[in-house]
């Protein structure tokens, strides 16, 4: 009897943990990728006691805590410095049995990928549509080819092409503020294991631990003027 086989739109976070997580139960699965290359991009990503379960399942638990950096509280303060609150995590870490950890989105990717075989992924293959079959569907590719599988899975992203074939290709809906995220690298001058964060006037400002010297800082300003949304760095 042969094993089954899936076939996965998209080599993000999403469309690598299903392949890792389906091949720990001897299920082969191909991901379809459209980039070019599979390369670092974005900035950090907190994940929550909840994501690092499913992370210790993956069995790759470790390797993003040696990442990342474990967050045990957050300080919150006025944009002058007056202190607001400080949240501590050690009770939801203890009742959940796992951390809270900031680590670079190129790192957890790295992670999940170095679980997989390189012909797992097949770079430069952007799906544009599947086929739907109770005995074999597929995976449509821009390129005319396809993919047959036993199962797909449509983890491809803000303008998935899976999703638009199921529920319509609703543009996405601006939500009414702006986030800017950027990585520093260097001797790192915070508190440890705490993030900082300032609030007020429509704005935040927070600054993370994201693992060996770097932090993760990001700003958010909106201004509503009737139905204008004004947006500007802080």
């Known amino acids: 009897m042969t094993s089954p086989r899936v076939a996965i739109a998209g080599a993000g976070i999403g469309g690598l943990a299903a392949a890792v997580a389906l091949r720990r139960v001897g299920v082969e699965a191909t991901i379809v990728e459209r980039a070019a290359e599979i390369r670092e991009v974005g900035a950090g990503l907190s994940l929550w006691p909840n994501a690092m379960n499913a992370l210790r399942e993956l069995g790759v638990e470790s390797k993003v805590l040696a990442a990342g950096s474990i967050v045990e509280r957050i300080a919150s303060q006025t944009p002058d410095g007056r202190p607001i609150s400080v949240t501590d995590f050690s009770a939801i870490h203890k009742t959940a049995g796992a951390p809270c950890v900031c680590v670079h989105r190129g790192a957890l990717q790295r992670i999940l990928l170095d679980e997989l075989q390189p012909s797992v992924i097949r770079t430069g293959a952007r799906c544009v549509s599947f086929?739907?079959?109770?005995?074999?569907?597929?995976?449509?590719?821009?390129?005319?080819?396809?993919?047959?599988?036993?199962?797909?899975?449509?983890?491809?992203?803000?303008?998935?092409?899976?999703?638009?074939q199921l529920h319509g290709n609703e543009p996405p809906r601006y939500a009414g503020y702006t986030c800017w995220r950027g990585i520093y690298r260097g001797n790192n001058p915070m508190p440890d294991n705490t993030p900082l964060l300032a609030a007020g006037g429509g704005s935040q400002f927070g600054v993370w631990p994201c693992g060996l010297d770097s932090s993760i800082g990001f700003s958010r300003r909106m201004r509503r003027r009737g139905k204008t949304i004004y947006v500007r760095r802080t």
Do not use: C, K, N, Y
């Open 131 to 164: 086929e739907a079959s109770l005995e074999r569907p597929a995976l449509l590719l821009e390129s005319g080819g396809r993919i047959e599988a036993d199962a797909v899975v449509g983890a491809d992203g803000i303008f998935s092409a899976i999703r638009a």
